[in-house]
């Protein structure tokens, strides 16, 4: 039974406008003229791109918005971790449900219907940002597929604690575990506790890795080494890898085609890679951003994701996956339709097969998770950070945002 029709919007590949019906959580038919008979709640589209729903894999909720209580002087990675360890030592679960929430409510406005979540558990954190999340993941189901990743942010080895809080947190719900390698003085044996964590609980991994500039050094080898000793190809990820665009062409390439052969997936995160890599470059500063997109012919999964907003790791942020595909287009050069198109995939289809999620391409018997772009393509989306205007999860509207109105003189 059709429980909403979606009329008048504009799918990638129909030259012209659609109607979506929508029943049971899921799209029964897609074609043109299909909603003028149904007795069914009708959504306008105005003919707007119909997009798969946003998807954002790898953001830090528990970090948002704590800029005003951090000192900013020298924008370093460095400073970034222990002006936020120093922050989180304060945290409540009132106070990171707050703040999670608004940025999770200002995600869903954008467009985003799934979304991976790290949550640092540690002696300094407690379970207090762990408690919150799991409360918000709970109350925005209706919404948004929230899934939280507990993450050791400050090392493991050096802080027995917080692998038996990890081990505590997946007991208790935590959806898959992360960790940092590059914090911890032993990163190989880091990586190694990370993945006895996954094998105990059965559930997927997910890394920072490789965030400096030094082409020398990555820990890619032993992430791929354990992915493949203990079979974990298709359920192991990695963030930032800004080593990778230090790296010689021909050898980042190799690299990407280990991993994709190993079924590891990477993201990039441009707007925290931009803010604090080459910081000690005094002129010509690099971008320090992986063009991950390039490596399509390598077979590399790969997808770009917010990673943190209004912190010292990231002093900005609007939560919009949309414009982080038109920053992460800009710094890398990628300007044809064919390159952005492949950028919105990057927020869409590709960010779900990295979330294990099911294929979100929008077509009959796909889950209705659905956001209306203003735009007439997926390219000039990319392009113009086109406005989400009305999104639903599993058929259920989320969010609606009505078009500017201008007055003119008369
Ligand atoms: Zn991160």
Not at 335 to 343: A, K, L
Request: net charge negative; proline share 6%; hydrophobic share 45%.
């Amino acid at each position: 039974m059709t429980d909403l029709v979606l009329r008048n919007v504009r799918l990638p590949d129909h030259l012209s406008a659609v109607d979506i019906l929508i029943g049971g959580g899921r799209i029964e038919a897609i074609g043109p003229g299909l909603g003028d008979d149904v007795a069914a709640p009708v959504q306008e589209g105005g003919g707007a791109l119909a997009s798969p729903g946003l998807v954002e894999t790898h953001i830090h909720l528990d970090k948002a918005g704590i800029l005003h209580r951090c000192s900013l002087c020298h924008g370093t990675l460095a400073e970034a971790v222990s002006e936020t360890a120093r922050a989180k030592a304060a945290f409540t679960e009132a106070d990171v449900y707050a703040r999670a929430e608004a940025v999770l409510r200002t995600a869903i406005s954008h467009g985003t219907t799934r979304m991976r979540s790290f949550v640092e558990i540690d002696p300094r954190a407690g379970f207090r940002s762990f408690d919150a999340l799991l409360q918000l993941r709970a109350d925005y189901a209706h919404a948004i597929t929230l899934e939280l990743c507990a993450f050791a942010q400050e090392g493991l080895t050096n802080e027995p604690e917080t692998y038996a809080m990890l081990d505590a947190a997946l007991a208790r719900g935590a959806d898959l575990v992360g960790g940092c390698p590059y914090t911890d003085p032993d990163p190989e044996r880091h990586v190694s506790m990370i993945f006895d964590l996954a094998r105990k609980y059965d559930v997927a991994v997910d890394f920072h890795l490789d965030f400096d500039l030094d082409a020398a050094g990555s820990n890619i080898p032993h992430v791929l080494r354990e992915t493949e000793a203990r079979g974990w190809g298709g359920r192991t990820s990695i963030g930032h890898v800004t080593k990778l665009s230090a790296m010689a062409p021909g050898e980042a390439e190799a690299q990407c085609q280990r991993l994709a052969s190993a079924g590891i997936a990477l993201t990039v995160l441009p707007a925290t890679d931009l803010f604090l890599m080459g910081r000690d470059a005094e002129q010509l500063s690099p971008r320090g951003m992986f063009a991950a997109h390039r490596q399509a012919g390598t077979g590399l999964l790969a997808t770009l994701s917010t990673n943190n907003v209004l912190n010292p790791f990231t002093p900005f942020g609007d939560v919009s996956l949309i414009r982080m595909a038109n920053l992460y287009a800009n710094i890398a050069q990628a300007g044809t339709p064919g390159e952005m198109t492949t950028i919105h995939g990057m927020i869409t289809t590709q960010a779900a097969r990295l979330l294990g999620a099911p294929d979100p391409t929008l077509a009959r018997g796909a889950v209705a998770d659905i956001v209306l772009l203003d735009a007439e393509s997926p390219a000039m989306a990319v392009a113009t950070v086109a406005p989400a205007l009305w999104g639903c999860k599993e058929g259920r509207p989320s969010f609606a945002r009505a078009k500017p109105t201008l007055f003119d003189p008369s």
